[in-house]
C-alpha cells in the first residue's frame, strides 16, 4: 500500500539540506567548550548554525539560545514569571500559565500584554493570532517557515520554536531572548548558552536546523506554501461536499496554509484516524498525550465546541510536497467512509 503522510504539524521530514548539515557537523569531534582548534572547530560550526537562525527569524545572534525543543524553552521562558493563557495554546504553555485569557470568535483577547504568551499559531486548527505588542512570550512552533515573522519587528519579548516542525532534526530547538534580559536558567552547570542553558552543546542536531531554518525561509519566499494553501481549499471542497454535517475550524479566520480541522457529528476522531490510517494515510484528532491515546480537545472547547463534537475532529497538515493527486485521494478515501459511517 502506498503511504500518504499527512501529519506535518505532528512533526515533518528530515530535509535534504538538514541531513547533509548534520553528516558533515558529524566529523567534527571537538566539544565547543575546548579551547583547543577541534573546539573551537566545533564552535564555529555551532555559532554559524546561531547566525542562521537569528537571520532566518529576524534576531541578532545572541538573541538565540538553543535547547532542547519548544517544550523546554516554554519552561524556560515562563517558569516563575506568572504568565497568563487561552485554553487553545499548547500543553507545554498551559502547564506554566494561569489559564485565563478568554477566545472570542477564535481569538485570544488580552488586557495586558506584558504578562500574557500568545501563540502565533494553533497546531490543531491553524489559527493565526495577532500579537500585541509587549506581548510577554509567543510560541511560534507551528508557524515558522509557514507565514511570515520577524522577531525585531514583532515587539514579543521572547518566542521559541522547534526544528522538527520545519524540517530539521528532533530533539533541538531555540528560544529566542533579547540579550541581557533577566532570564532563570533551569538547566544549570557549566554555563553554555551565556549561562542560559548549561550542558554541551547538540552540534550535529544544532547544525541540521539551522540548514532547515534556511531552507524553510526559501521556501516561504518563494510562495511555496501558497500552493499549499491552495491544495487546503481543494481538500476542504471535497471533504465539504462528501459530508454536508462536516464543521471546518477556523475557516472564517486567518489560518496555516497547510491545515485543516474539521468536526463531524458522531465520527469520534480517534475512529477516523484509524480508519484512515488503514487506508494509506497519516492523519491526527484533538490532541495526543505522551501515550499516545486520543483526548478530545481542549483547543476545540476552548472555541466552544461540546465535548461529544470535541472529539470528532480530525486534522489535516499538508506539506511543502503535498500533492493535488495525494489530497484527492484522501477526500476519496475519507468520503466513502463517512458515507458509510452515516448511512450505519
Not at 101 to 119: K, M, R, Y
Request: net charge neutral; with cysteine.
Amino acid at each position: 500500500m502506498t503511504r500518504s503522510y499527512l501529519d506535518h504539524n505532528a512533526t515533518t521530514p528530515l530535509r535534504p539540506e538538514a541531513r547533509a548539515a548534520m553528516v558533515a557537523a558529524m566529523d567534527v569531534v571537538g566539544n565547543p567548550s575546548s579551547v583547543h582548534a577541534e573546539g573551537r572547530a566545533a564552535k564555529g560550526l555551532v555559532e554559524r548554525a546561531r547566525a542562521q537562525i537569528a537571520d532566518a527569524v529576524g534576531a541578532t545572534n545572541a538573541d538565540i539560545v538553543f535547547v532542547s525543543g519548544s517544550t523546554e524553552a516554554a519552561a524556560l521562558a515562563m517558569a516563575g514569571r506568572n504568565l497568563r493563557c487561552a485554553g487553545i495554546e499548547h500543553e507545554a504553555v498551559r502547564a506554566w500559565c494561569d489559564v485565563s485569557l478568554t477566545v472570542t470568535d477564535g481569538a485570544v483577547l488580552t488586557d495586558d500584554p506584558a504578562i500574557s504568551t500568545i501563540q502565533l499559531a494553533n497546531s490543531e486548527t491553524g489559527i493565526l493570532q495577532d500579537l500585541p505588542q509587549g506581548l510577554a512570550v509567543s510560541d511560534i512552533t507551528q508557524a515558522f517557515g509557514r507565514v511570515p515573522f520577524a522577531y525585531g519587528w514583532s515587539r514579543v519579548g521572547q518566542v521559541f520554536l522547534s526544528a522538527h516542525k520545519f524540517g530539521g532534526p528532533k530533539g533541538v530547538g531555540a528560544l529566542i531572548v533579547p540579550k541581557g534580559s533577566d532570564i532563570a536558567a533551569q538547566i544549570k552547570g557549566g554555563g553554555q548558552e551565556m549561562g542560559r542553558r548549561s550542558g554541551t552543546e547538540n552540534v550535529i542536531a544544532i547544525a541540521g536546523m539551522a540548514a532547515a531554518a534556511t531552507a524553510a525561509q526559501v521556501e516561504l519566499t518563494n510562495g511555496v506554501w501558497q500552493r499549499v494553501a491552495e491544495l487546503r481549499n481543494i481538500l476542504e471542497k471535497a471533504i465539504a461536499a462528501a459530508s454536508s454535517q462536516t464543521i471546518f475550524v477556523g475557516n472564517d479566520r486567518a489560518r496555516l496554509p497547510n491545515t485543516s480541522c474539521f468536526v463531524t457529528p458522531g465520527w469520534k476522531g480517534e475512529t477516523q484516524v484509524m480508519t484512515m490510517d488503514l487506508a494509506g494515510f497519516a492523519v491526527s484528532a484533538g490532541s495526543a498525550c505522551s501515550s499516545g491515546k486520543v483526548k478530545s480537545s481542549r483547543v476545540l472547547q476552548s472555541l466552544g465546541f461540546a465535548d461529544n463534537d470535541a472529539a470528532c475532529a480530525l486534522r489535516v497538515s499538508l506539506g511543502a510536497d503535498t500533492t493535488q493527486d495525494t489530497v484527492l485521494r484522501f477526500a476519496d478515501a475519507w468520503g466513502a467512509k463517512v458515507k458509510r459511517m452515516q448511512a450505519a
